[in-house]
C-alpha cells in the first residue's frame, strides 16, 4: 500500500492511501491546508484543534450542500423522464390516430376510385 507525506498547517504526516490514489489523497490535503490556512487568516490564532474542527465543517457544510443538489438535480432527472415518458405515450397515440386517418383517407380514395372505374364502362 503506497504511503504519502501530505502537510496540513505546517505540520508533516505520513498516509497511506490505495494505489493510485496518492494525487487524489495529495489534492484532498492540499485542500484541508488551505481552510485552515483561511480560517487563520480570518481569526488569528485561535488554536490548532478548533482551526482543524472548524476546518471539517465548513468541509462537511460543502459536502452537505453538494449532496443536496444532487438529491435536487437527481429529481429533476427523475421528473423529465416520467415527462418524456408521457410525451412518448402520448405521441404514440397521436401516430397510431395519424395512421387511422391515412387509412381511411386510403379506403376512402380506394371506394371513390372503384366508383369511378365503374361507372367509365
Known amino acids: ?47 490548532d484543534l478548533r482551526l482543524t474542527v472548524m476546518a471539517a465543517i465548513m468541509a462537511t457544510d460543502q459536502l452537505f450542500e453538494a449532496r443536496r443538489r444532487i438529491g435536487e438535480l437527481e429529481g429533476r432527472v427523475e421528473a423529465d423522464a416520467v415527462d418524456r415518458a408521457a410525451n412518448d405515450e402520448d405521441g404514440a397515440t397521436a401516430r397510431q390516430a395519424f395512421i387511422r386517418s391515412l387509412d381511411e ?6 371506394r371513390i376510385t372503384a366508383k369511378l372505374a365503374g361507372e367509365g364502362r
Do not use: N, W
Open 1 to 47: 500500500m503506497p504511503q504519502i507525506v501530505v502537510t496540513i498547517d505546517g505540520k508533516t504526516y505520513r498516509m497511506a492511501c490505495a494505489e493510485g490514489e496518492e494525487a487524489h489523497l495529495e489534492t484532498l490535503a492540499a485542500d484541508v491546508d488551505g481552510k485552515i490556512a483561511e480560517l487563520r487568516e480570518s481569526f488569528g490564532q485561535i488554536g
Open 105 to 110: 383517407t386510403a379506403e376512402t380514395i380506394e
